[in-house]
């Protein structure tokens, strides 16, 4: 039963560098989501998925893509990381209007 | 932006005792839920109570929901030091906000519970 898998755990970044973090899920759920989580802030969306093939934009999109080819796969792209978009990544997945199971997060720092 | 406000923002009580968080929010909404956070790990998923639910328990845990007023209150009965955690309250808006038709979070109560 391993839920959400978020890979990789920790990264560290220099600025202009790209990465793609993975985010996997074995419970058929249909919606996907990226949060970001900062001091202070909560947890902000941003990307979201409701099916294979379908993203969208959440509250702060800017500096990062996504796909989801796989139904069971949601990756996050940074094209050319920031120190602004240094944080905590957390992926989760749920059925519609439903509880979110989350991964257990990604710390990313961009130095 | 955030939807639900918590309050407070910080809560230290003893083991034993009761927590009580409040999560107040603007707009119509589907369904409320709480999670927990603790330190350094993602979030767990607590409860959720529907729009046309007023009360809602889980073991040591009883929500409450007054539509007419948009809040919410989180009740940890008897604490132990395992509750020890963040914890947050999202909703679902009936609308679709700048989040989309995903969940809003708010900032969440910090609680502390003392041996």
């Known amino acids: 039963n391993a839920g959400v898998t978020q890979t990789p755990k920790f990264r560290v970044l220099k600025t202009g560098q790209s990465m793609t973090l993975l985010c996997a899920q074995d419970m058929n759920h249909e919606y996907m989501y990226w949060y970001r989580q900062d001091p202070g802030m909560g947890l902000r969306l941003i990307h979201y998925s409701v099916g294979e093939g379908t993203t969208a934009k959440g509250e702060v999109p800017d500096g990062y893509n996504v796909s989801r080819l796989k139904k069971q796969n949601f990756l996050l792209g940074l094209e050319s990381a920031a120190p602004s978009q240094t944080s905590v990544y957390f992926c989760?997945?749920?059925?519609?209007?439903?509880?979110?199971?989350f991964g257990s997060g990604t710390r990313l720092t961009v130095v | 932006s955030q939807q639900g406000e918590e309050d407070p923002q910080a809560l230290s009580i003893q083991e034993g005792e009761n927590a009580t968080m409040n999560c107040s929010y603007k707009t119509s909404i589907n369904n409320l839920q709480w999670y927990r956070q603790n330190s350094g790990r993602g979030l767990v998923h607590l409860i959720l109570?529907?729009?046309?639910?007023r009360e809602k328990h889980s073991g040591r845990l009883r929500v409450t929901l007054d539509t007419s007023k948009k809040s919410s209150s989180l009740l940890i009965t008897a604490s132990r030091a395992a509750d020890t955690a963040s914890y947050f309250c999202?909703?679902?808006?009936?609308?679709?906000?700048?989040?989309?038709?995903?969940?809003?979070f708010g900032k969440g109560t910090s609680l502390l519970v003392t041996p």
């Open positions: 989760a997945s749920s059925y519609p209007v439903g509880g979110y199971t």
């Open positions: 109570i529907r729009s046309n639910e």
């Open positions: 999202a909703t679902y808006w009936l609308e679709e906000s700048n989040s989309g038709y995903a969940l809003n």
